[in-house]
């Protein structure tokens, strides 16, 4: 029977999949059907929208922030699906925080930390093969390269701000939890908030440890326009 405060981390690759929710609900149903039938609480539920290439994980990284915040368990639904995924398994063996795989449950820091080194390696030899059809080909004469792409455009800069506005939105609403712990009636002082998120390590907006009574203002009068 799982017991315990829980953080949930589900990942798909493309932007289509997490419009269309392909993918999604199935890691939610598989993490909910292993907790069913214990005493938990499911504090937050994290998404990542990455493509597989990248090795950027911010939403991993506010995941991990959520779990030492809440002293709570890192949930994925299928360790098998991001085994070949160095940065999330190098990310999760040092993070220190506990974790649980829905497919894996006798998975530990230490089988994440083989599993990182199996997939770096792998990474390594299939960037070591591509640079080298690279180089035959262009000793073979070919022309190499093309169109990058194109300039971008006033909706490509509203959009930008758009994504950035909608991250910021949902950064702050998985901070709601936190905010409400620290401060339930809402009377503490905006330097004594400071102190008591910066003293839980929960990261800033930027990724800072370091709060201020400025960030605190934002995050409140952020979290006020959500509410309206």
């Not at 589900?10 to 999949?17: I, W």
């Not at 620290?182 to 004594?192: F, M, N, Q, V």
């Amino acid at each position: 029977m799982t017991h315990g405060r829980f953080i949930s981390y589900l990942r798909v690759s493309t932007d289509r999949q997490g419009r269309s929710g392909l993918g999604l609900e199935a890691q939610r149903a598989a993490v909910t059907d292993y907790l069913n039938g214990g005493a938990w609480t499911l504090i937050a539920e994290v998404v990542e929208i990455e493509s597989g290439a990248k090795s950027d994980r911010p939403e991993l990284d506010r995941a991990l922030a959520l779990c030492r915040a809440h002293r709570a368990i890192l949930v994925v639904a299928k360790l098998d699906r991001l085994a070949r995924d160095a940065h999330f398994l190098l990310g999760l063996h040092k993070a220190g925080v506990d974790f649980l795989a829905c497919d894996m449950p006798s998975a530990n820091r230490m089988t994440v930390g083989i599993m990182a080194v199996v997939a770096e390696e792998e990474r390594r030899m299939i960037s070591a093969r591509t640079k080298a059809a690279l180089a035959a080909a262009k000793a073979r004469g070919r022309v190499l390269g093309g169109f990058r792409g194109r300039a971008g455009t006033g909706d490509d800069t509203a959009r930008a701000r758009a994504a950035l506005q909608c991250n910021a939105d949902a950064r702050a609403t998985a901070l709601a939890p936190i905010l409400e712990r620290l401060d339930p009636d809402g009377t503490a002082s905006l330097h004594a908030l400071a102190r008591a998120l910066t003293a839980e390590n929960v990261p800033t907006a930027r990724g800072h440890s370091l709060w201020t009574p400025v960030a605190v203002a934002r995050l409140r009068a952020r979290l006020a326009l959500a509410s309206q």
